[in-house]
């Protein structure tokens, strides 16, 4: 890995070893892209990659085929990365290169969560500086090449070094200029219990993408997108993934102009933003994460996979296995009392599960959801002896002790409301909607975010407390601060992100062995910026396991399963209302952390002795089911929809486990092979069903197989005519694969 700089041919050429990003100052002074993607050597001049005259592209900087931080009324009519209003009222700027520093490593942003380097060999950084002369306005473009990764980060920090106050309207954390139109757009999309569903749709003419105007990343769309060379499949073809490392208002768009070229950009969403910058003042964008991949949308996934779980997530529990944990949401509501969740615990405890975790209704006078958030106070009479005697129980009984909190809300109903009604987001004068019966707190507002974390400070050190579930439930409207003037409003949605995460890092910092699992209404911000804070995000509040398959497999493009809450509930589902086998919802909750949100006293015995029999399983396979390689083989999205497989697999590959799903039944079934990825084609694997014992595809699978084989026939998921009349809908069937 190394950043070159030749200072004859003004060129940078980045290479990680998996990937090389090439750009130079072009003969006006401006930043020119020349290349990104597949290694090719360094040492080598690639300025005839760059602009050449070409009649569609023309401006006051010329050669500006493939600009690094395009802006607006100069010629270039693609969308920009940085709109700055000056003093003129103008937003033209002609940035020119003025300098650069290699930096070994990787500087963090302040404020801001990002990737990071735990040495400085595994990182280097290249830090360009562009200035505007007339108006004193200064860039500092940042890239950042990790050894042996295919990715590329990237941020901006914009300064006024002029005289003259100036407004950035557009701050984008990156974009890139494509060599070419012909790629699918993939973003993950939905809505509340539909998170992150796999949405493709070929590239046209014109601009087309994803955004949040939420307050939060949102469940709608997540802030990454995909572009997909023509015929990329999960194995092959080339395929570019940009996913920005942020929790709030996001912009993710690709836009094709008529010459065949696309621009694709990423960061803050400039629609709630507008931020002005005094002489002297400076602000940095968000990270955006670029990964390339020639192996299709697997490589990406793997690429993604690989840097957020080991240099994003961080902390203790970054590489800790993940305990099992069962949540009363679902069992208890906001009705319980300590002797229920002490014999709910005791039932869990029983069947294996190594952590608890009391969910809401455990403060103020939390009897639904019209009251109490803000008061992070237990509720005596649901809890009479306090939190700290509840968890000591629940320890006693070997059990870790986790707890729900929501941090950045309030209820109208609530003594913190009373108290201070300014904290709360809003325009005064105008009524406050409300969302779920509840308001957000201003966490622009230094008081507001001291005041949170001295109370739940107060609350983690007020008992025995191993895992935090710290949830979000619902979207921001009238978004303003009564903490701002009125011609800083555009700095609010920002800043009320910033305030999250500045509450995010002294809580994780000052409690370094708890467990933070991020929430949103289940995953309305399951985003790479919480990621770096909370190693682990309830994934959806659908656990329905056919909608979780969906769901899963489109966190999966980007998102690691380690980062991935997939917990079994009961039936008939609480959000579908489908009644699905145990058997089936615990296979499809494996991959990622797992855990029970139910009541296992409402379980038959049996169902109780399977439940035993899943946890088991899945502490014996914990390490591959959490940080194994994460392979997706058939997609849900895809042919007729019924069915759907995945595996993971061992760094060292002598150990895998296989999902496969079946949702109907249909008669008459047709010849049925799956091929598997990512096993040793030398090395021959025992492969066995879980659990054992009587299987329709037990015969044909069950034995010894080379990894070749497996790789290249694959397993035989074939039924007969018979065999599915015996079967029954939502079938799922678990493969173990050990090396020999
Ligand atoms: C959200 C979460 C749920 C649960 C409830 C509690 O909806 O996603 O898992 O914690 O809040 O109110």
Known sequence: MAIHWDAATREWHLASGALSYALRVG???????LYAGAPIAAGRSYAHLGPRPFAGFDNRLGEPVRLEVPTPGSGDYRIPALVAEQADGATVLDLRYVGHAILAGKPALDGLPSTYAETDAEAETLEITLRDEHSGVEVVARYSIFAGRPVIARSMTVRNAGRNPVRLVTAMSATLDLPGSAFDLVTLGGTWARERHVVSRPLVPGRQGVASNRGESSHEQNPFLVLAGPGATETTGE??????????NFLAEAEVEPFGTTRVRLGINPETFGWP??????????EAVIAWSGEGLGGLTDAYHGLYRDRLAR?????RPRPVLLNNWEATYFDFGAPRIVEIARSARDLGVELFVLDDGWFGRRDSDHTSLGDWVVDRRKLPDGLGALAAQVEALGLGFGLWIEPEMVSRQSDLFAAHPDWTVGIPGRPLTEGRQQLILDMSRPEVVDHLFAVLADVLRSAPISYIKWDYNRHMTEPHSSALPPDRQGEFAHRHVLGTYELYRRLTEAFPDILFES????????????????????????????ER???QWGSSLAYPQSSMGNHVSAVPNHQTGRITPLSFRGKVAFFGTFGYELDPGSLTDAERAEVAEQVAFYTEQRDVFQFGRFLRLRSPFEGDRNEAAWMVA????DRAVVGAYRFLSRPMPTVNRLRLRGLDPARTYRVSLWPSGDDPLAAANVGLRGGDELMAAGLDLTLTKQQTQASHDFRAWIFVLEAT
Do not use: H, K, M
């Open 27 to 33: 003969e006006g002074g401006a930043l020119l892209g």
């Open 239 to 248: 395929a570019w993934g940009f996913s920005l490392v942020y929790s709030g």
């Open 277 to 286: 910058l005094a002489p002297g003042q400076a602000f940095t964008t968000p």
């Open 315 to 319: 902390g203790t529990w970054r590489d």
């Open 519 to 546: 929430c949103a209404s289940g995953g309305g911000r399951f985003d790479p910026g919480l990621l770096a804070f909370a190693p682990q995000a309830w994934t959806s509040d659908n656990t329905d396991a056919v």
């Open 549 to 551: 398959v969906l769901i």
């Open 650 to 653: 061992s760094p060292e590959a």
